[in-house]
């Protein structure tokens, strides 16, 4: 979750943040000859707990190495502990392909949609159909005053009497663009960072507002996240998801080391989901000097965070998304479909969390 990150020198010299520093995208210095394409640094990945192998040796030879555990919760698939993070599950490939397709979908069209808040609202006010906007190449532009205004705004907005921001086709947009300060949809999609589902999150605040609007999570959503978050739950409890914040991540972007401590049960687990471009996710302890593990969390695979591991700070400091890395060939096969290409070319690139929350 964003805004917990202590800034400051001795964050800096944490084992946590040197770790993130490891990970973290830097690329070779060819500044010389700027025309060059930039090159990341290689980064040596042999330390990063790799569950996609470790699941398949386990079902091959029912083996596992020290310091992992496979969990007996009677889940349709194997479920795996560390042995020093009770509370800590990790449930590889626990998504089909056409379910990371569908929450795909519904992370760039619905989930961003008001009453659901996004990182954009704080400046561009809530925008209804981003998405769409970015496909059909329109711009979203500022109505400062009455010489920007015409009768011919966009039929896709749906902003409201009081927003000052709307989406334009490109040639209205630009003749409107020498008086009014503008926007093209497609940079704001590259740009969406957070979407807030079911309960808002006040971020400011670091808490939930239940004063905003909201609507409720989307049934199939919070159906998927009860049967995930099975493994986790005290038994005869059944999770009751009641907010979730979907984090969007482009190449260079990271999560900083962070708590999530805002909800008042620890008991029941965080479900996080993950979707497109591999990442690294580092799990540390209680403190910030204590020295996280490294793991690779690939396109549907789920982890679930609850007790003693609620207390562990974690976050992602890196996405892969070239070819040998990003490991989303059977995404591409199942959006091949001409009608899929706009969500084909954003997750090449791109990684997208939803994690699921019991609030109370
Ligand atoms: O992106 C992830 O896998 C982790 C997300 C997370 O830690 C959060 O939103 O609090």
């Not at 300060?181 to 589902?197: C, G």
Request: hydrophobic content about 35%; aromatic content about 10%; proline content about 5%.
């Amino acid at each position: 979750m964003y805004g917990s990150d202590k800034a400051g020198d001795d964050a800096e010299r944490t084992a946590f943040r040197k770790a993130e520093k490891k990970y973290k995208l830097y690329y070779e210095d060819n500044s010389k000859s700027s025309k060059k394409k930039k090159l990341p640094k290689q980064v040596d990945l042999s330390e990063v707990l790799d569950f996609k192998s470790i699941s398949e040796s386990y079902n091959q030879t029912g083996d596992l190495p020290p310091g992992i555990v496979a969990v007996n919760c009677g889940f349709d698939r194997p479920v795996f502990g560390l042995e020093n993070h009770p509370g800590f599950y990790f449930i590889p490939g626990a998504l089909t392909v056409e379910e990371q397709c569908q929450w795909i979908r519904e992370s760039l069209t619905n989930f961003p949609q008001p009453p659901n808040r996004t990182n954009h609202n704080v400046i561009y006010g809530p925008l209804s159909n981003l998405f769409v906007a970015a496909k059909e190449g329109k711009i979203l532009v500022e109505e400062k005053s009455d010489d920007c205004l015409d009768s011919k705004s966009s039929d896709i907005v749906s902003n409201g009497d009081a927003q000052r921001w709307k989406f334009y086709e490109e040639d209205i947009a630009k003749s409107r663009g020498k008086t009014c300060k503008s926007v093209s949809a497609s940079v704001l999609l590259r740009k969406l960072r957070w979407s807030t589902l079911g309960l808002q999150f006040a971020w400011s605040k670091r808490n939930y507002d239940v004063s905003l609007p909201h609507n409720k999570i989307p049934d199939a959503l919070g159906q998927l996240a009860k049967r995930m978050a099975q493994p986790a739950m005290p038994i005869g409890e059944e999770f009751r998801p009641e907010a979730a914040i979907v984090n969007y991540f482009a190449l260079g972007d990271a999560l900083g080391g962070h708590l999530d401590d805002m909800e008042l049960d620890w008991s029941k687990p965080i479900v996080s989901m993950s979707l497109g471009c591999k990442a690294i996710f580092l799990l540390g302890g209680k403190s910030r000097e204590d020295e996280p593990l490294a793991m690779f969390l690939r396109s549907g695979d789920v982890v679930l965070m609850a007790g003693e591991a609620r207390e562990c700070f974690h976050g992602v400091p890196r996405i892969f998304t070239d070819e040998e890395n990003a490991e989303i060939t059977p995404l591409e096969l199942q959006f091949s479909h001409a009608d899929d290409h706009c969500f084909l070319e954003y997750i090449r690139t791109s990684r997208i969390n939803i994690n699921i929350r019991q609030v109370y």
